[in-house]
């Protein structure tokens, strides 16, 4: 069999990093024929990985979608609110499209690109990437199976981790919604997602309450200076001061803001980028914490927790049922399943993962090339029609997160932007 073809736009850290490596693991099954990416020292790193020609390397989207369809696919990796366009034209020419989460801040631009794959016959598969992990395919099988009985209730942590959240959401690309997306849809989609699938039920109902609690300028240290570097006076006492973290501990988190990683090089970075800012004097407004509440069609509830301040970045579950109980921790990669009756417990240690999320990332790429052979006939396992319904529930959460946790029903939530689109 051929290798499939696809052409990358966006090459940042999800793109270059995470789905594209692929290419070079298994050349016999994908194969990078084409990039855009505005960054040149990316674009060239791309070309040199890929072993391209100057003419297969573009600046802007627009123009590596401005001719002729050049692959089989189309990687879409650039910022959130980048999405829409991207993925209509690429769908549009017809390019089966391996779409970075979350489709879109905006509830119509995701139903119309759900409806754009329909109209083109074409897979629009999005990354909810931890669909594709032992982890948590695991834990559908055990409930679908019957072995801890009917679920009543549903419980997930998702542990950011305190410099994870200062990094990415609070100096980084996903600290403001209005530039990027809510955190309960950019980061929090994933959970969303995944509380659907290892359910396999509808949900019906959500409320929320959350807020920027910490990160605010109202909390900066007396005398703190808008740059850590600029002689801040609780360097030595601040868990979040920028030249300490990227220069010791978080230094590979540096790649996000320079290509040079010399000392020089990440301290410049940090004169001159958003990542040296206090992170008490930034622009972001994401939240920091935040609870979703959920009920599902048969009476199930599942409640999640998304919170920035702890010592680790991992996911945890909990999830009752009738007859016995699951127990999980993602950065363990193992799972607990006990049984009511015969008060056994059985111990489940995956084996070690190859790629990011629990071997997610690797997953969902080699399931994707798996699907486009049925040339659009049969729907992935996190396509944009099973996918519109998670982002759904995170732009209710976000917006019962605003009117004081009123609950919101889902139904009429999809209904009041369908309409908005006949």
């Known amino acids: 069999m051929k290798p499939k073809t696809a052409i990358l736009i966006g090459g940042g850290d999800r793109g270059a990093r995470a789905y594209a490596p692929y290419a070079i693991e298994y050349p016999h099954e994908l194969k990078i024929v084409g990039v855009a990416e505005p960054i040149i020292e990316r674009r060239n790193r791309l070309k040199e990985d890929h072993k391209l020609n ?7 989207w627009e123009d590596i979608l401005s001719g002729e369809k050049l692959a089989d696919i189309a990687i879409i990796c650039t910022l959130d609110r980048e999405h829409y366009s991207p993925t209509l034209k690429a769908l549009e020419l017809g390019y089966h499209v391996l779409l970075e989460k979350p489709m879109s801040p905006d509830p119509m631009e995701c139903i119309e690109m759900e409806r754009a794959a329909k109209k083109h016959n074409r897979q629009l598969t999005i990354c909810h990437v931890l669909r594709y992990t032992q982890f948590w395919s695991t834990i559908r099988q055990i409930i ?5 009985g009917q679920v009543a209730s549903l419980q997930l942590n998702e542990n950011v981790e305190f410099m994870h959240m200062s990094h990415s959401f609070v100096r980084g690309n996903w600290g403001n919604k209005e ?6 849809l950019q980061k929090s989609c ?24 910490h990160f605010r300028e109202e909390n900066k240290p007396e005398g703190a200076p808008k740059r850590c570097l600029d002689g801040c ?9 920028a030249g300490r973290y990227y220069l010791g501990d978080g230094r590979g988190w540096a790649k996000k803001f320079t290509e040079d990683h010399t000392n020089e090089g990440i301290i410049k970075g940090l004169n001159e980028t958003d990542y040296g800012k206090c992170v008490y004097q930034s622009d972001n407004n994401v939240v920091d914490h935040q609870v979703v509440n959920m009920e599902f069609e048969d009476g199930a509830t599942a409640t999640f927790s998304m919170c920035g301040f702890t010592r680790e970045q991992t996911r945890m579950v909990q999830i009752m049922g009738t007859k016995g109980e699951i127990r999980g921790n993602m ?7 006990y049984d009511f009756l015969t008060k056994h417990e059985t111990i489940i240690k995956f084996d070690n993962p190859v790629g990011g999320h629990g071997g997610g990332d690797n997953g ?11 040339e659009g006939q049969s729907e992935s396992l996190s396509s944009a029609s099973v996918s519109l319904r998670s982002h759904l529930m995170a732009f209710a959460a976000e917006e019962s997160r605003l009117n004081k946790g009123n609950s919101i029903d889902l139904d009429a939530y ?3 932007f369908a309409k908005g689109l006949l």
């Open 179 to 184: 530039k990027s997306s809510p955190m309960i």
């Open 331 to 337: 950065e363990e990669n193992s799972i607990s399943i």
């Open 414 to 416: 999809y209904d009041r």
């Open 364 to 374: 969902i790429v080699r399931s994707f090339l798996n699907d486009i052979e049925d």
């Open 190 to 213: 994933h959970d969303m997602d995944i509380i659907s699938y290892v359910l396999d039920k509808k949900c019906e109902r959500v409320s929320s309450y959350g807020s920027l609690m």
């Open 144 to 148: 679908s199976e019957g072995k801890i």
């Open 233 to 241: 006076p609780v360097a030595q006492e601040c868990p979040y001061h």
């Open 54 to 60: 100057e003419k297969a390397c573009f600046e802007y």
